[in-house]
C-alpha cells in the first residue's frame, strides 16, 4: 500500500506546480524552499462531528485513511467552527483540514494567499434556515433574532448575505453554539437559525422548527461547497504522498457512502457518539443524510461567488481574492488511478 502512494504521489507531482509558502514570517522561507520529504511522521487532521463532515466521520471509523497512510501516524483534531479550525492551520498546528468553505477563504486570504490550498470537496448542502412555525415569510423576522453558528463561518455568511438580499433591515443574528441553539430555540429566545446538518433537522424534529430556505435553493444546479478539504502548502510540498493517502481515503469514503448509505450512515453515528457523547435518532439521521451529497469536487466555479457574499454579508469589506486557492492536481491523479474523471479548478489554480 505505501508503494502505491508513493507511487502516484510521484506520478502527481510531475505535473504539480509551484505552489508559495506559509505566510507566517517565521516560517515563509522554509516553506517556499520546501521540497518532497516523502511521507511525514504524523499527519493532523481536523474535523467537525457534523453531518455535512460525513467524509472524515466515515472515513475515520472505517479506517479508511489509516489503510493508506502506511506509517504514517494519524492525528484526527475535532473543531466545533471553521474560524477556530482556520486558526489551528495558520498557526501550524493543524495539518489537513475539512472544513466550510468561507473560513477556507478566509485561511486563503488572511495569510496572503500563501499558507493553505483547497485540494478536494467533500460535501455539497446540507444547509438550511429554519424558524419557529408562525414565521412565513422572510418579513415575517423583521423584529427577530436568528442564530449563526461562529461569527463569519459558512452559515454565518449565507444568513447575513440572504438577509441583505431580502432588504431586512431589523433581524438580530447572534453566534451561538449549536448544541445551545437548540436549546435557545425550544425557549423561544431565538426565532430562527441557519444551521449545518445534523442541528437543521434536530430542529425540526426534536423542536417543531420549519424550513423558511433550504441553502440549496439558491445555488445553481442545487449544489455549494459546505465542506471542503485544504491542507498547509508547506505539508503538501513536503509530504505528498501523506495527502495523497488523506485523498485516497476520502475517495473511499465518498465510494462506501453511494454504495452502501446504511453502513456509512452507521459510521458516522458511530463517530457522533463517540464524539458528542449521543448518537442521532434514525429519522434525524435519515433527514440530515438526505440533504448532503457528498463529492470530491470542491465546486471551485462557485469560489468567486462566495468571495462576494462576503461584502454582501457585511463580514468583508473587499471579496478575498481567491486566484491561486485551488491545487488539485493530487485529486485528478487519484481519481484518474480509481478511473474517475477529473474536476475543474475552473481558474483558481492560477493567480
Known amino acids: 500500500m505505501k508503494t502505491r502512494v508513493l507511487a502516484l504521489a510521484a506520478v502527481a507531482l510531475s505535473a504539480l506546480a509551484v505552489v508559495t509558502g506559509c505566510s507566517r514570517a517565521d516560517r515563509s522561507e522554509d516553506s517556499a524552499t520546501a521540497t518532497d520529504q516523502g511521507p511525514a511522521a504524523e499527519v493532523r487532521l481536523g474535523y467537525f462531528p457534523n453531518v455535512t463532515h460525513a467524509s472524515a466521520l466515515i472515513g475515520l471509523d472505517q479506517n479508511l485513511f489509516a489503510q493508506h497512510l502506511g506509517n504514517t501516524k494519524l492525528v484526527p483534531t475535532k473543531f466545533n467552527a471553521g474560524p477556530e479550525e482556520v486558526n489551528a492551520l495558520l498557526g501550524g498546528s493543524l495539518d489537513i483540514g475539512f472544513i466550510g468553505s468561507g473560513p477556507a477563504i478566509n485561511a486563503y486570504a488572511q495569510s496572503g494567499g500563501e ?3 483547497l485540494i478536494a470537496g467533500a460535501t455539497s448542502g446540507g444547509a438550511q434556515l429554519v ?4 414565521i412565513n415569510t422572510p418579513q415575517d423576522l423583521q423584529g427577530k433574532t436568528v ?10 455568511v449565507s444568513l447575513k448575505k440572504w438577509i441583505a438580499d431580502q432588504k431586512l433591515s431589523d433581524v438580530k443574528v447572534q453566534n451561538i453554539d449549536n448544541a445551545l441553539t437548540l436549546d435557545q430555540f425550544k425557549s423561544g429566545a431565538i426565532q430562527g437559525a441557519w444551521l449545518p446538518e445534523p442541528w437543521a433537522s434536530r430542529l425540526v424534529l426534536e423542536a417543531g422548527a420549519k424550513v423558511l430556505v433550504d441553502e440549496k435553493d439558491l445555488w445553481p444546479g442545487g449544489q455549494f461547497p459546505t465542506t471542503v478539504l485544504i491542507v498547509r502548502t508547506q505539508f503538501l510540498k513536503e509530504h505528498p ?3 495523497t493517502a488523506i485523498l485516497q481515503g476520502l475517495l ?5 457512502a453511494a454504495s452502501d448509505p446504511a453502513k456509512a450512515k452507521t459510521a458516522v453515528n458511530n463517530q457522533l457518539q463517540q464524539l458528542t457523547g449521543k448518537a442521532l435518532g434514525a429519522a434525524t439521521l435519515d433527514r440530515a443524510w438526505q440533504g448532503i451529497q457528498l463529492t470530491t469536487d470542491p465546486l471551485a466555479g462557485q469560489f468567486p461567488q462566495l468571495a462576494q457574499d462576503q461584502v454582501t454579508a457585511g463580514v468583508k469589506d473587499k471579496a478575498p481574492d481567491v486566484a491561486g486557492f485551488a491545487d488539485l492536481t493530487l485529486l485528478n491523479t487519484v481519481l484518474a488511478q480509481a478511473g474517475k474523471p477529473a474536476v475543474s479548478a475552473s481558474g483558481l489554480d492560477k493567480k
Not at 424558524?131 to 408562525?134: A, D, G, K, R
Open 115 to 117: 499558507a493553505v490550498r
Open 147 to 156: 442564530a449563526s453558528p461562529q461569527l463569519g463561518n459558512t452559515q454565518d
Open 252 to 256: 473511499d469514503a465518498n465510494t462506501l
Open 241 to 243: 504522498a501523506t495527502v
Open 131 to 134: 424558524v419557529q412555525p408562525s
